[in-house]
């Protein structure tokens, strides 16, 4: 069961967060021109800090989707970040996918938290089929924990229930966008950003644990 509380809590402290700005424009410019640098992972170091991990995740989610104004980026950027997957290429190919094409469908934020997941379980090779069953596993631990931190899968749901009392799409005509940019949307849009890659962080590292 969400805590709507708390989440109405986190949403305003969003929504009034001084964002250092030019230190985030500086990082994103950098993983543009330079590509997401690969790591090589140290799995009992990354058990041993992962709060502080799940912390760093779940805040620079935050920071990239008040940036990028999409949750479906932000909660994908921060875990391919912090894991060394993927590339810029992955996180342009999102941009439709905050409110699924902006339809109040599926939030971009679990779209972005499956592509890490997705990115790390996976394969290259089309026919792994362990790898495909292991993204599919991952998947299927993230949406329970994703709808039960924020309620639903759903960005009207979520923004409804979770963020402003009502569904604000901003996409749907020039005041809707108007009232969504006055709500300060894409500040409060960065809760959910930043509790799925938070939620698909955990995952990946839960797996290093039983490995």
Avoid at 48 to 60: D, H, T, W
Avoid at 156 to 176: T, W
Wanted: glycine letters at 8%.
């Amino acid at each position: 069961m969400a805590d709507y509380k708390a989440l109405k809590a986190r949403v305003q402290e969003l929504a009034e967060k001084a964002w250092d700005v030019s230190a985030i424009e500086a990082r994103v410019k950098k993983l543009a021109t330079e590509g997401i640098p690969k790591k090589t992972i140290s799995p009992d170091e990354i058990v041993a800090n992962k709060p502080q991990i799940l912390e760093r995740v779940q805040r620079r989610a935050e920071e990239y989707e008040f940036l990028s104004h999409s949750c479906a980026k932000g909660a994908a950027l921060s875990v391919m970040e912090e894991f060394g997957l993927g590339n810029m290429e992955i996180i342009k190919a999102l941009s439709p996918f905050p409110g699924f094409g902006a339809t109040g469908q599926i939030c971009g934020a679990v779209s972005g938290g499956l592509i890490a997941l997705g990115l790390y379980f996976g394969s290259d090779d089309m026919q792994n089929y362990e790898a495909t069953g292991a993204a599919m596993m991952a998947a299927r631990q993230f949406l329970p924990r994703f709808k039960k931190e924020l309620g639903s899968l759903l960005c009207a749901k979520i923004q409804e229930k979770a963020i402003f009392g009502r569904y604000l799409n901003p996409r749907a005509s020039q005041e809707n966008f108007e009232a969504f940019v006055k709500a300060k949307g894409y500040e409060k849009c960065a809760l959910p950003a930043g509790i799925g890659a938070r939620l698909a962080a955990e995952i990946i590292i839960e797996s290093m644990a039983k490995d």
